[in-house]
């Protein structure tokens, strides 16, 4: 391997300039996809800071590749092309159907427009990679506030309630979810020597769940009564 020969190409390569204008391209892809990925990671997603900015630097190294191996002008977006059916399977395969169920969609949105802005990178359009991912975490922060808040976005709570008898306790859940016109969704039972423990999702908007909260709380045949938390979901 004659290694003076590819230090003269790799000299002659930096004199162009190429080989930093590439390099700044693909830290400014690494950064940018790095910081939606830490606001996913923060929020315990599945897709968090490694696999985002993966995908960032990824669709901008990409895409330098597809300019600079390309045999014709005409031929240089072949290869950026199929980032994107490559990220829809990624995507897909972030989307999962469980306890009946969708969840994902989000993670998988954020994983399309993470690859498009490793692309406005790759493709040295700065200010627009830098505006989009300044897009991304006003949405993600912001928004799904917003529609809690504002009682846009019905959110899964799930609730334990103690009560002397499966029969009992079930008939008292029903009879106050019947006012709101809601189901228990997911129930398990657990059967101890004094009582009766249910766990049951409910799918409401923020206020409905406050004021099922209250009525399950003043319930006198409900012995103990909790909120559990928010079901993950997107």
């Not at 994107?84 to 954020?110: C, D, E, K, V």
């Not at 809601?182 to 406050?210: G, K, L, S, W, Y």
Request: charged share 15%; glycine share 8%; aromatic share 6%.
């Amino acid at each position: 391997m004659n290694w003076h020969h590819i230090f003269d190409l790799f000299r002659r390569e930096m004199a162009t300039g190429i080989v930093e204008n590439s390099l700044a391209r693909l830290v400014l892809a690494a950064v940018l996809g790095g910081i939606i990925g830490l606001e996913r990671q923060m929020k315990r997603r599945r897709a968090g800071l490694r696999t985002n900015m993966f995908i960032c630097f990824g669709s901008a190294l990409f895409t330098l590749l597809s300019h600079g191996l390309a045999a014709e002008p005409s031929d240089y977006t072949r290869i950026a092309a199929q980032i994107i059916p490559g990220i829809g399977f990624i995507g897909a395969g972030s989307i999962l159907h469980a306890r009946g169920l969708t969840t994902g969609i989000t993670t998988a949105a954020t994983m399309f427009v993470v690859a498009s802005v490793g692309m406005a990178a790759g493709g040295g359009l700065y200010l627009t990679a830098i505006f989009a991912t300044l897009i991304v975490l006003a949405a993600l922060f912001s928004l799904g506030h917003f529609e809690i808040t504002f009682n846009l976005k019905d959110i899964l709570v799930c609730y334990e309630v103690t009560g002397g008898s499966v029969e009992e306790a079930s008939s008292e859940v029903n009879r106050i979810l019947e006012v709101q016109h809601r189901m228990m969704q997911n129930v398990m039972v657990a059967n101890t020597p004094e009582h009766v423990r249910i766990q049951f999702d409910v799918d409401a908007c923020n206020r409905d769940q406050q004021k099922l909260l209250q009525q399950l709380k003043a319930s006198p045949v409900l012995l103990n009564v909790t909120a559990l938390g928010p079901v993950e979901r997107e």
